[in-house]
């Protein structure tokens, strides 16, 4: 079992940055493939950013390509998502995801995915 932990949520106004980390505990997420994903009230949980497990691939989706960064830190056991140039429907809850049978990619779909952190609030403001 994998216990993944968000923090690095808050407030900030459009345009400006926030960092989001996601570590764990116990098991090592060197051999995991990582990802981020986002739900809005009201909306369906969509994909933000993916990692392979040895972070040779990376993939975004169309709406934060540009302005967000996906990386990991496997000594640290941590992944990363720096999150630049913030506007107001980027307000989600944040979600990272581990996943073993599809870490060879940087998957995108929410069913690759084995285990989920419980999530942090992102909110920017106008």
């Known amino acids: 079992q994998v216990q993944l932990v968000e923090s690095g949520a808050g407030l900030v106004q459009a345009g400006g940055s926030l960092r989001l980390s996601c570590a764990t505990s116990?098991?090592?997420?060197?051999?995991?493939?990582m990802g981020w994903f986002r739900q809005a009230p009201g909306k369906e949980r969509e994909f933000v950013a993916g990692?392979?497990?040895?972070?040779?691939?990376?993939n975004y989706s169309d709406s934060v390509k540009g302005r967000f960064t996906i990386s990991r830190d496997n000594a640290k056991n941590t992944v990363y998502l720096q999150m630049n140039s913030l506007k107001p429907e980027d307000t989600a809850g944040y979600y990272c995801?581990?996943?073993?049978?599809?870490?060879?990619?940087?998957?995108?779909?929410?069913?690759?995915?084995?285990?989920w952190g419980q999530g942090t609030q992102v909110t920017v403001s106008s």
């Open positions: 990692i392979s497990w040895t972070g040779s691939s990376t």
């Open positions: 995801a581990a996943t073993y049978k599809s870490r060879w990619k940087a998957a995108t779909r929410p069913s690759e995915y084995d285990y």
């Open positions: 116990g098991r090592t997420l060197s051999t995991y493939g």
